[in-house]
């Protein structure tokens, strides 16, 4: 049987195979620390293009992959149908407008590209608003030429609603999503519905634990691949092995009935899911490759019966935790190595702390209100962090537009630098202090509030009154004391 590739539209004039080429085996390959040769590995892209699949995803850190597909896009007559996706994983903590854009050229340079088709960017800490300026000046960039589309990855609900609502035209947002991971089932596809944005899937076949090579078979001792050291961690996260095997006998039924493989049902299953524009499958470039299988992923419709039966097995399993992304950010870190020693030198502070002696320090936020009335972010006295009333401002720009839900949650992150900044974690709040415009959005402040200290739990008030600045929808204060 033909496939013919599927294919979405992500923006006017730009469309995306629905299977997306993932590249980042290749620094697995390149452990060792011997580069491949570009010109021969680039030569193994070509059999994926000329079957369709002419979309390929890679980062600045994939080992050189970038190096390889600007080889590659040289290689073929028409280079404008091939799309080429990047990111920018900048290390933690400030940089500068010159950076960012030296960072954006490198990887034009490595490409060979005048301009990135693509450019997703992950932010390591919501809590140090960087992330922020680095967005901003990434859509100058684009407004400039150098970048088609932006898209993020690893970014939660809440910080993709604050992008969306700030003036950042992204049109993505790349994280992971399988039969293991349904973190983007509910929160992530109400704010991609809601703003237009479309969901890239990686991890859908979980490092290639969903198939028919770990069917029966026992729980693994070693493991070969990153890949596999990292998917392992999400099978331990959702009850283990033997929820694991549940998942894949219900997947051999399935896949039986459709005369497919595991592999395609597990795919078929998420590219069907809202918001969902396509799911990216890793290749080992010239060490192996399944494209004929990949293409039956658009043979075949998984019935009605058997999404109930796989949604059936999905509610047995423990959830994931945290949001979409947080799994590199906060434990349980669910990375190759468990932790983020080899992402990360270390995590600066959000916020240069100001020691003023007698067991007291502060740290400013840099807004205009701070030197405009004469006050700090927050100040500490011995194991006290006092929080000034806080509203959603960086800089002189006002952040979440007309979203109560976005400027509450960018609110919480400001606290949540300021504290960091002074010795201490948002756990240590025992206080909060909301004061809200209009008493008609106290829901989606509340439900705000609730998604970042519902495991905390303050003491909290909530007041209705008039917030300086028309634009400022809520603001909020905090008290906490640190545990030494």
């Known amino acids: 049987m033909t496939s013919k590739v599927e294919r979405h539209q992500l923006a006017p004039g730009f469309s995306i195979s629905r299977v997306l080429t993932g590249l980042w085996q290749i620094a697995d390959m390149e452990r060792d620390g011997k580069q491949l040769d570009p010109d021969a590995t680039a030569r193994f892209m070509a059999p994926y293009y000329d079957a ?12 050189s992959a970038e190096i390889i597909t600007g080889v590659f896009r040289r290689q073929i007559e028409t280079p404008e149908s091939v799309q080429l996706f990047t990111k920018w994983v900048p290390k933690p903590g400030r ?11 490198i990887s034009l340079d490595r490409m060979k590209m005048d301009c990135l088709d693509m450019l ?3 932010a390591w800490n919501y809590a140090d608003p960087a992330w922020l300026d680095q967005l901003f000046w990434l859509q100058e960039l684009k407004d400039e030429g150098l970048i088609r589309h932006l898209g993020v990855t690893n970014f939660d609900a809440a910080h993709l609603r ?29 704010v991609c519905e809601a703003y237009g944005i479309k969901i890239l899937a990686f991890g859908t076949v979980a490092g290639g634990f969903l198939s028919e090579k770990w069917l029966g078979k026992p729980e693994p001792n070693a493991l070969d691949t990153w890949s596999q050291m990292k998917y392992k961690r999400f099978i331990d996260a ?22 497919v493989s595991m592999v395609n ?45 796989l949604d059936e097995v999905l509610a047995r ?48 936020s840099g807004t205009i209100w701070e030197d405009i009335a004469g006050f700090s972010r927050a100040v500490r006295r011995g194991n006290r962090i006092l929080v000034s009333g806080t509203t ?93």
């Not at 004929?292 to 999404?307: H, P, Q, V, W």
């Open 162 to 190: 604050i992008v969306a609502t700030s003036g950042i035209e992204i049109v993505t947002n790349q994280i992971c999503y399988s039969l293991l991971d349904q973190r983007a089932r509910n929160d992530m596809t109400e």
């Open 120 to 122: 997703q960017y992950h």
């Open 52 to 63: 369709g699949l002419t979309t390929f995803d890679m980062a600045d850190h994939y080992g």
């Open 392 to 484: 959603a401002t960086h800089g002189s720009r006002a952040i979440g537009s007309n979203d109560p839900a976005a400027q509450m949650h960018f609110i919480i992150d400001k606290i949540e630098g300021a504290i960091q900044s002074l010795g201490g974690k948002l756990e240590d709040v025992i206080r909060t202090r909301i004061y809200i415009q209009n008493e008609s959005q106290w829901e989606p402040i509340s439900r705000a509030h609730g998604k970042r200290f519902g495991d905390i739990m303050p003491a909290n008030t909530m007041i209705k009154a008039t917030v300086i600045g028309d634009e400022y929808l809520v603001e909020m204060e905090a008290e906490a004391v640190v545990n030494d």
């Open 317 to 364: 399993l423990d959830p994931i935790p945290g949001g979409c992304g947080d799994e590199y950010r906060k434990p349980p870190f669910l990375t190759a190595s468990g932790d983020l020693s080899h992402h990360l030198e270390h995590m600066p502070t959000p916020y240069e702390p100001q020691n003023l002696g007698d067991g007291k320090s502060r740290v400013l």
């Open 95 to 105: 940089c500068s407008r010159t950076e960012v854009r030296e960072a954006v050229q």
């Open 265 to 309: 049902v597990a795919c078929r299953y998420i590219l069907d899911q809202p918001s969902v524009a396509g799911i990216i499958i890793g290749a080992r470039l010239g060490q192996s490759q399944h494209i004929a299988d990949n293409l039956k992923i658009f043979n075949f419709e998984i019935d009605a019966e058997s999404r109930g039966q």
């Open 238 to 259: 959702a009850g283990g092995w033997e929820n694991l095997q549940s998942i894949l006998q219900t997947i051999h039924e399935i896949a039986k009935k459709h005369d």
